[in-house]
């Protein structure tokens, strides 16, 4: 079932657009994310013929298709579908093979649809450019790809090819304008080889120029920093299978975070599959979360659309950059008179001092980070404890990347042991609150949830300039977490996914004009 979160503005304005085809540029789009709940193919250790992995593929190309078209006459330019939302994402190395085509560069000025046997058996890179072309509308999909190799090639694999997690934009014509293998692997994705280099991927539209990446990335300086501040993209194209881990690392607060940090449009589209936690995609702005969906309730898809500005930098409305340790460093430490203590957030140690009044201000440090905190509750329950904390340090499970984080949340229950356990409600209201930190970094992403897993609204707070994440307009917000999550991109390793010691490359720049 396909439900559509369209607001009643973007209808309207959808009556005023060119059309997708036009090559006049546009002020403004309609851009879409279809969240999937994927068909997963049966588990199995040997592999599965061609002629199904097909047939599972083409049942969710069915229902993307309906989003699709719901989405283009709803007045779309562009939709972005999920990571492993053709195939699902349990496999070996073995059993991902049928589902893989051959993808060629861009560069060939390649139309499936009217030529589907040029490049050999690629039906579903068929029917997606099809889809595309019959809907006048960019579609993003994430899909494998495999390229043959041999012993020429000293990083060839035994099985003499190389398979990658890829991402494929096919124009309103059905071109293939842009291919993006994904270049930080998550730990678990032992069916896909690392390329060999860091490519950036963009391309121009009618509406804006557009980078693209995938889950993963999201976390890297090399492509998703690299794409924004280098390459200066209009919009970020994101499909991803995110499973929600409490409390910093949820979808849409991580995903709204990255946009207003970076400054950038941002489409993300994740899978839906409550089981595994997956759900959280949404349509952001710079200045603003335009839409976004968060449903751990069903199993239904969800389809969002939302209009943006096409060249957000040009905005009077553009944000202005932050320098996040600015108040911090002139900022006297609160003394507080209490003991800190630790606790762990998602394998990592933070230091945690606990918020004992309704009003206060607090400071807490690890290392050379030292967070400052100050608050006003409407009141101080009995039956919810909140703490600040901080990390200042190399994350190692499941990939390694530095992190610097302040953060203040509610802990589990009111044992102190319980703080930094996933929370999803919370009574206790904020009334004033102001957050910063001495980073060293930066890239530093502000995120607030509520209660019930919802984001803030923008209108309640702010972020200034000298790196506050602080209250307006008085409002008291039921806040689970709030957090300003910092990247120390220099102090990592070559590659998220990989330890130190592998060899890392200057990304490689590939744009394509469309």
Known sequence: ?????????????????????????????????????VILPNSTETPVSKGDAVRLMNKNIDVLEKAVKLAAKQGAHIIVTPEDGIYGWVFTRETIYPYLEDIPDPKVN?????????????????????????????????????????????????????????NVVFDSEGKLVARYHKYNLFAPEIQFDFPKDSEVVTFETPFGKFGIFTC???FS???????????????????????????????VPFQSAWARA???????????????????????????????HYDMETESGQLMLSELKSQPRREPTYPAAVD?????????????????FPGMIYFDEFTFTELKENTGNYTVCQKDLCCHLTYKMSEKRKDEVYALGAFNGLHTVEGQYYLQICTLLKCQTTDLKTCGEPVGSAFTKFEEFSLSGTFGTSYVFPQIVLSGSQLAPERYYEVSRDGRLRSQSGASLPVVVMALYGRVFEKDPPRLGQGPGKSQRSPSPVHFQD
């Open 262 to 292: 970076m400054r950038v449009n941002l489409l993300a589209a994740n899978t839906h599959n409550t089981s595994m936690h997956m759900t959280g995609s949404g349509i952001y702005a710079p200045e603003a979360v335009k839409v976004y």
């Open 221 to 251: 300086h090399d492509p998703a920093v690299v794409v924004v501040d280098d390459f200066q993209v209009d919009s970020v194209l994101y499909p991803v299978a995110w499973y929600n881990t409490l409390p910093l690392l949820s979808a």
């Open 216 to 218: 993963f990335d999201i």
């Open 110 to 166: 390649w139309i499936p649809c009217r030529d589907p046997q040029r490049f050999g058996h690629a039906p579903v890179q068929e029917r997606l450019s099809c889809l595309a072309k019959d809907n006048s509308i960019y579609i993003v999909a994430n899909i494998g790809d495999k390229k043959p190799c041999n012993a020429s090639d000293p990083q060839c694999p035994a099985d003499g090819r190389y398979q990658y997690n890829t």
């Open 324 to 340: 996040w340790s600015a108040y911090a460093r002139s900022a006297k430490p609160f003394s507080s008179g209490q003991s800190d």
């Open 1 to 37: 079932m396909i439900r559509s979160h369209f607001p009643k503005y973007v209808a309207l304005f959808a009556l005023f657009v060119l059309s997708v085809g036009s090559t006049q540029s546009l002020d403004t789009f309609i851009a879409a994310v279809y969240e999937h709940a």
